[in-house]
């Protein structure tokens, strides 16, 4: 079991990296209300976190459209010239992250406008399906971020 949950986590990971990628001309500055939100993650599990994302890869289309919000850990980092922004839900034995990559709002500046690495963080956003090169790709473009 152990090793399935490793293997989707790394899956997670490989496919998130490209969420935030060249999104920020879609962000928008308005914030979902919480009664408008199609799949709240915030009071989820590792468990639950992980199976709902984990759905998102394999089934992109039904989350089309969708606002969520999620909390977790801030993560920030550059990869290959771009900076990538990430709430992240860890396990019990913090072994293995879930999680997804967001798109921030406009406007904002790192490292001014974000809170530190492993702070607690709330993204509330839209998902948005895109078709690229290497198939469909789901991005979570933030509406509003509180740490």
Same mark, same amino acid.
């Given at each position: 079991?152990k @090793?399935?949950?490793?293997?989707?986590a790394?899956?997670?990971?490989?496919v998130?990296?490209g969420?935030?990628k060249?999104k920020a001309?879609? %962000?928008?500055?308005e #914030?979902?209300?919480? #009664? @408008?939100?199609?799949? /709240?993650? &915030?009071? +989820?599990?590792?468990?639950?976190?992980?199976?709902? %994302?984990?759905?998102m890869l394999v089934?992109?289309?039904k989350?089309?459209?969708k %606002?969520?919000?999620?909390?977790?850990? !801030?993560?920030?980092?550059v990869?290959?010239?771009? &900076?990538?922004?990430s709430?992240?839900?860890?396990?019990a034995? +913090?072994?293995?992250p879930?999680?997804?990559? !967001? %798109?921030?709002?406009?406007?904002? #500046?790192?490292? @001014?406008?974000?809170?530190q690495?492993?702070?607690k963080?709330?993204?509330y956003?839209?998902?948005e399906l895109? /078709?690229?090169t290497d198939g469909?790709?789901?991005y !979570?473009?933030a509406d509003k971020?509180?740490f």
């Amino acid at each position: 079991m152990k @090793k399935y949950l490793i293997f989707l986590a790394a899956i997670f990971l490989c496919v998130s990296c490209g969420y935030s990628k060249n999104k920020a001309a879609k %962000t928008t500055k308005e #914030s979902a209300p919480a #009664s @408008k939100i199609d799949f /709240d993650m &915030r009071n +989820l599990n590792y468990n639950m976190v992980s199976a709902i %994302t984990f759905e998102m890869l394999v089934d992109p289309q039904k989350y089309d459209g969708k %606002t969520a919000a999620i909390s977790g850990q !801030f993560y920030s980092e550059v990869y290959e010239g771009t &900076r990538y922004y990430s709430v992240i839900v860890w396990d019990a034995t +913090l072994c293995c992250p879930a999680g997804m990559d !967001f %798109t921030p709002p406009e406007g904002l #500046s790192y490292p @001014k406008d974000f809170p530190q690495d492993e702070q607690k963080i709330t993204v509330y956003g839209t998902l948005e399906l895109e /078709d690229t090169t290497d198939g469909s790709q789901l991005y !979570f473009i933030a509406d509003k971020i509180e740490f």
